[in-house]
């Protein structure tokens, strides 16, 4: 009886090198069964390289990737990596019949479900040729999806998107997640739109994940930070402490700076009683963007 | 690999690139006939008419050879951009990407594409060859496969053929850059042709000259003897025209090649014909190659000065020239110039298939370390 493991993937020690060039130096995350699992990082932190590799594209030169499944089964790894993989000469049904043919799949009514789904189900004898690039990432994510993979590996699918296109293929992919259980990896250089998808994160830079966590995580760890102004920060600090708020001082402007989420009318009532009245209070969001630049450092390239 | 040669059948069926190759392979071959059949009758004295035809069967037996193994000079420049075309865009598109994903070793890929190549060739060549004999009969030329032994040659052509295939599937496999691969084999394509003649002209061998000049020594000593030609005329001739004339540089370089590679096939194959079209020897159709004929024909200098002799001597009219013009007959007892069809069948096929194992394990190696994709 084959272990049930808790990792759709794990990636333990991978280096990858171009003659002198080291793409990837000792690479380890670990891809939890389920998730969407985002990857940040500049370009030429070796996103790309680290997905190719996974979706067997290249070898690493050492260390290894280790998969909670089967993933030498036809169709069990579902790609889109750089560009999508269609015969632009062909309609999306029939690239969708080659990519049946390729895993081995019966032809049936299951393709027109497929097409339907990532909402290609009118482009009749359209060739994919003249496909917007929406259409294109679309049928992409279709054919990776075909024969229900264990897990789909997306390398920056809402480049060049619209914002409309953006959206379609966000929804799409939570649908995915959610409604087959299909787990995710993406990367992606619009930090906004990763951070609305993903359930985890990794962070690569130089050729190495410099920090995993979880989405939940990364909001507490950034989250809410409130400024708050007041006549007597001194007394506030501890109402704020006592609401389960991390507070730091800044003794030269006087604001007292909370981190976390709470109730403003709490605050407000407890500060009062307190003797400590709050004049005014600033609320700012550390998103992904501001957490990726803390963490890596300079200006946010990812 | 079974998934990926329907896959790649599938798309080969659905080419057009493909289907017009083989209309093409279907007309050309029946207007060759066609075009041989109207200049082989043509008669221009009074006007333009057209005579009866009348072949002998060892020419319409050879006819039937040529036209029909046509295909390897015709099909290459077409069959080398088809397959460029056809495999690139499984790289532009990047569906050789998308099969490596799904999980296929490099091994079923690399054997899927080299496979379903092949085998659309066989069928270009087929059609071809079964075109050929279509418009020859039509043609009212005729056909003669020589009791059928020319069918085992028409497959040995095809085999041969099949290296040149090979070498264009391989190359279109192993750049990721796509105008590579058209540049090369187009290069390739269009040159086959002459470097197959001229290798294929150094194909004789080397005790086979050797042979030859012991038969024309003697038979110059004889002329001697007989008071034909004087003796020192004879010994300048002896030293001038030796084994380094005639196997010079050109077939120490090219005659290697002609001996590894398929290259010279036409050749040979035509020598058996062209013994009874050119010499005149019979109307029976030889089982065996003349390589002496082919020789002698070939050496214009030597038939040069043996006519000049002869003019000469029928001048001062001491000789016939049919007394010392060396016929064919003439090196009939050199054994080292015969080879049966069946033996050069298989020496062809022996050379083409470890050809086309030397180029796909080579195209292999390269298909699966480089980053391709």
Known sequence: MSETKDYVIKVTDVSKEYGKFRALESMNFTVPKGSIYGLVGRNGAGKTTIMRIISGLQEPTSGKVEYGFDHKKLGNVGALVELPSIYSNQ??????????????????????????????????KKKA??????????????????????VLILDEPINGLDPQGIIQIRDLLIRLNKEKGVTIIISSHILSELSKLATD?????????????????????GGLVTEFYSGDPMLLIPVLNAKGLATTFDSKTGVVYAKGYYNLTNIVLAANEAGANIARVVT??????????????????? | MLKLIIFELRRISRSVFFWIVAAYSFIWPVITALFYRAIMSLDLSDGIKFNELNLSSDEITYLTWMIAVAFLTELPKFTALFTCLHLGRDYTDG???NKIIAGHSRFAIFGSYMITQLAASVVLCVI??????????????????NGGEMFARFAVAIVVFLVMTATFSVISVIFRRRAIPVILCIIIAMSSNVAAAVIGSFNTPSKACDDYLKVRNDHYEEMAEAGLVDISVVKKYEKEYGKDYFLGIPWKICHPAYVIS????????????????????????????????RFYYSDESQYYIMEAISVDSIDQGTIDADDIVLMPRDFNRIDSLHMKYSTLNWIYIGKSVAWMAVIYVWGFIVFRKKNLF
């Open chain 1, 129 to 150: 040729g003249k496909f917007s690039l929406g259409m294109r990432q679309r049928l992409g994510i279709a054919m990776a999806m075909s024969g229900n993979p264990e």
């Open chain 2, 95 to 97: 569906i050789v990407r």
């Open chain 1, 284 to 302: 700012k969001e550390t998103d992904l963007e501001t957490y990726f630049v803390n963490l890596v450092g300079g200006e946010s390239n990812a």
């Open chain 2, 128 to 145: 071809y060859i079964l075109s050929a004999l279509f418009g020859l009969a039509v043609s009212g030329i005729g056909v003669d496969v």
């Open chain 1, 91 to 124: 309609t999306a049904r029939e690239n969708l019949v080659y990519q049946y043919i390729n895993l081995g799949l019966k032809i049936d009514g299951s393709i027109e479900q497929s097409l339907n789904f990532v909402g290609l189900g009118n482009t009749g």
């Open chain 2, 262 to 293: 398929p290259m010279g096939f036409e050749g040979d194959y035509q020598a058996g014909g062209a013994t009874t079209m050119l010499a005149g020897g019979g109307t029976e159709y030889t089982d065996e190659i003349d390589f002496a004929t």
């Open chain 1, 201 to 221: 994160f990794a962070f690569v830079e130089g050729g190495k994940v410099v920090k995993e966590i979880k989405a939940e995580a990364l909001e507490n760890a």
